[in-house]
């Protein structure tokens, strides 16, 4: 069974930097299909931030995230990182990251996904 970990959440001031970090752990996986990083705001739906592909497919980043955010992953950690600098309030947000194990699973959906149970990032003012 898959676990995903988030940490490095807080509470930061508008144009600081934060890294958040995602565990997995309890799989003979090394690599993934899919990689990715959600937020959810206060009374807005899940939206993806960025995410990395194994087949090759370009780095994807949401266009709030383009620019800010950079995300990557540790194979030997098996961690996957957000860095997300230049923050703003609009930021703010509980932060979720995904994987899928195989294509497959990615195209059936969210439901397929491994996900962990959230790191809240506050951006003030």
């Known amino acids: 069974q898959v676990q995903l970990v988030e940490s490095g959440g807080g509470s930061v001031q508008a144009g600081e930097t934060l890294r958040l970090s995602c565990k997995i752990s309890?799989?003979?996986?090394?690599?993934?299909?899919?990689m990715g990083w959600y937020r959810r705001a206060p009374g807005k739906e899940r939206d993806g931030v960025a995410a990395?592909?194994?087949?090759?497919?370009?780095?994807y980043y949401s266009a709030a995230a383009k620019g800010r955010f950079y995300v990557s992953h540790d194979v030997a950690a098996s961690t996957l990182f957000l860095t997300m600098s230049s923050l703003k309030p609009e930021d703010t947000a509980m932060y979720y990251c995904?994987?899928?194990?195989?294509?497959?699973?990615?195209?059936?959906?969210?439901?397929?996904?491994?996900w962990g149970q959230g790191t809240q990032v506050t951006v003030s003012s």
């Open positions: 309890g799989s003979a996986y090394s690599r993934y299909y899919f």
């Open positions: 990395i592909f194994s087949d090759g497919q370009p780095t």
């Open positions: 995904a994987v899928f194990v195989d294509y497959t699973d990615y195209t059936r959906g969210a439901d397929y996904a491994y």
